[in-house]
């Protein structure tokens, strides 16, 4: 008898879960003072709208932000409502059901990139998402140190980067010996896919699905390839740990610190390096990524776009927060505060926004050499083995060569297995 | 048969013993074994969320078997426990002859030993990713300190070195259990032997070696399988050591699951879960004859 | 003599490197929670500051409290049930004769080798179904189950030592099995309940790829989970925020075994070798 008692307590215990009123949740990530800037947003949505938001904070790793949203998603959790989307894994939403389509919310589309929207936030037919901002890779420099060596103008080609990148990085290594030439990502991870589709493009190469079967292990992709791992290994101008632990944040950090000459990053960086406590504050230029002698220059499609679960409870407060984080004032600040490249086209011509963030004429013109992943919902195993390969690369594991023609073995069984 | 038996049992303690015994039968039969036919089931689909669901039987095994990365994973898995358990064994059985002697301290010196099982593994696994780093991580301090490398070590970005890290950090968190075990089984060697032994003349080693090792063979066999099949199920120390890397040569079984669990294919991840569970359950199989053995002997 | 020398030698050595074995990652890890950053204890500035402990108690949206809580509810409450159910079966399996006895115990000895991987993917959507993702269920419910082969190992070996007089001579004043077992054999027993708990308590502390996959944030997070995938304010890697919560995190855990190391000892060899 006090078994069955035990196991009702136990089953009151069940019965016992706290259940919260109605309040939007929006689940956000990223650097600190984005993430403080998210609450402010929020604190003034709630008092303009009389909604309440909670601001759900995730880790800053994209794999982390995901894995949140996997399992609140996949199980039909009510929480959260609202969240952000990399480009990346937002395929695998949108396949999955679990977005709530916008359509008939009012929002114009037409005000957004189009070949962005057109790309991933319309699923079979249905519009689900929407770009809050709008990413590629760029090159920073530092201005001083070129000054310092006597360069006038940037590099336009890898291989001036690396000229550049040797002399300096012997020139500075008397002071300082954690001096390297460049930094970029290359630990094993998303960003390492990203950093390879540009060298890679710019090689005339790329990441491409030709009739079902990736194309990858083509001349300029093993060309490129070679390139990153030389960087590492034969020039020595990256950091021996550029393989194992460079993602964005110690890249920035790196950089920031005063201890490199390049940097490959996303726009958010800017805005950091010029912050306070920055050891490089006005010393940092910005620029489109370089391409190789006769190629074009390539910067990857990343950023973040904003959707609703299926699974909410709250989908009209929760809309009515999405249209706020996409309105153009908001669109605005967040590119005046956070450096981001708005979702929005039209704030890209507002006459505050090019006078205080003068590099924003930059980012445009990065934004015309813009090249994309491929768009599926298996992206995530696809990327998966590409990142294991690569990185195989560059640890010196396989030779480039033999890393691509695995990959593209390994990726074709992987497409078999999602394509029927 | 069981008719038979039933004649011995009175229908009240029966009653009782029901009653008694339903809670953990409950228990174990929802939360532990229908998941695990669940998973049996699961990975005989091609469950994935962004397609139809569909039964494939024996399909998703068959791709296993031509999956290079599950090749990787279950070598790794395999190798890990090959080297880590006999390390764990050898550097257990050591501590557990020093907590055995009556020493001063020892009560403090068998709460030292258990700390490092007692703590969480993803708290100490951070705690290791420090000592590796590459920049500030006190191995690599040590090592250019004492001069016996020029350039620091590399070690979570290197196969072997990542593999090496992986097996000192177990080591380091599970002989103190290993070393528990062998305490237990010291205990019960009765004093008199080695008392006997001194006087017809066997020094220390010879003791060692001609007495406490060959009496130590049953609890070394438990301690080794229940070792190795713990070993095989590693998961806490590389998914936040190594993350499976570098190049997913550190990626173990149950890693290589949980990654397609994430990615939202279910079916896949279950049939690797379910290769895991059988080799497992081979070994436990082995462990269960063993520990019974054991108990037949206490008796 | 040269004997007793060379033991007491090996002896010292042996203890020495043992103990600095054990100890030396706490050591460094608090040395590093003190430290303004990773490199400050060697260079001596920006060193001896709580700055860490400071933001990892105060600062609300790292959630280090709730993580820290969530814990100790999840371990206690998963901890007392499994002892209840498994002292239950103890008694069970020790006084009352039913067919496939041996079978039970060994079978459940069997049940706790199982990879957690294996019932992970269907616990999840199991606890999906329920609604329960999340929540402080869905980790106490499989972690009683997964605590239940270790504490009826435990608890079976405590009860058998007991002489079967006592019962028998309550039996035949007429007290119910349930009497007997709660007011005289569990309290004859009670070293052996407390090595049972303190064991599942430790195993549900440090319980991480249910935690991981069956809870998203904050309100069921577990602390290990929580330290995990620990990102601070600052970018990059907070060590000095990360050693600092994980000093704290160990901090009961290191007690319990300080205080009740004999329970411990005893519980593991009772469950893991004699039977």
Redesign the interface.
Known sequence: ???FL??FL?FL??GC?KREERVVTFAV?G??NE?EFWEKLVREFEERKGIKVKL??Q???TD?R???L???L????KDPDVFLMDVAWLP?FA????LEPLEGSGLKREVFFKRVVKLVDIYSGKLVALPVYVDGGVLYYRKDLLEKYGYSKLPETWEELLEYSLRVQRGERKKSPQFFGFVWQG??YEGLVCTFLEFASSRGGGITFRKGRLVLNTGPNVEALTFMRDLIHRYRISP??T???MKE??V??FFQEGNALFERNWPYAWA?HQSKDSKVRGKVGIAPLPKFKGGRRASTLGGWHIGISRFSDTKRESLEFLKFVLSYEVQKRLALNLGWNPGRTDVYEDRDVLKRMPHFKVLREVFNYIVARPVS??Y??VS??LQ??L??AL?G??SPEEALR?AEE?VG?VVE??SR | MLKGTLGRYSSDELRDAFTFLLPLILFISIFILLPVMGTFLISTYREVTFLEKEFVFLENYLKLLSDGAFWQSLRFTLLFVLVSVPLEMVLGLAFALIINERIPFRGLLRTVLLIPWAVPLAVSARVWELIYNYNYGLANLLLLKMGITDEPVNWLGTELGAFIALVISDVWKTTPFVAIIFLAGLQAIPGEIYAQAQIDGANLFQRFFRITLPLLKPVAVVALLFRSVDALRVFDLVYVLTHGGPGGSTTSLSLYAYKHFLAGDFGYGSAVSVILFLIAFLLSILYVRASGFLSEVAR | MSERFIKLLLLSIGSGFMVFFCLFPFLYMLLISLGENPTAVWKGTGFLTLDNYREVLQRESLHFIDYLRNSMVVSSVSALFSVLISSLSAYAVTRLSFPGRLFLLFFVLAVSLFPPISIVGYLFKLMSLLGLINTYSSLILPYISLNLPLSLWILTSYFSQIPLELDRAALVDGASRWRILFRIILPVALPGVFSAFLLSFIFSFNEFILALTLTTDYRARTVPVGIALFQGLHGETPWGTIMAASVITILPIVLLTVLFQKYIIGGLTRGAVKG
């Open positions: 008898m006090r078994a035990l196991l136990l215990l069940v879960e990530g650097a600190p993430i759900l904070r880790p800053t790793d982390q995901r894995q949140g996997v399992v609140a996949r199980s039909g959790m695998q396949a999955s059901g679990w630990a094993q021996p740990n393989y194992t632990e944040e110690e920035r950090m950091l919902p298996y995530t195993q998966e083995v294991k390969y990185n195989s640890s594991r396989l695995r390994e069984k297995r999602y």
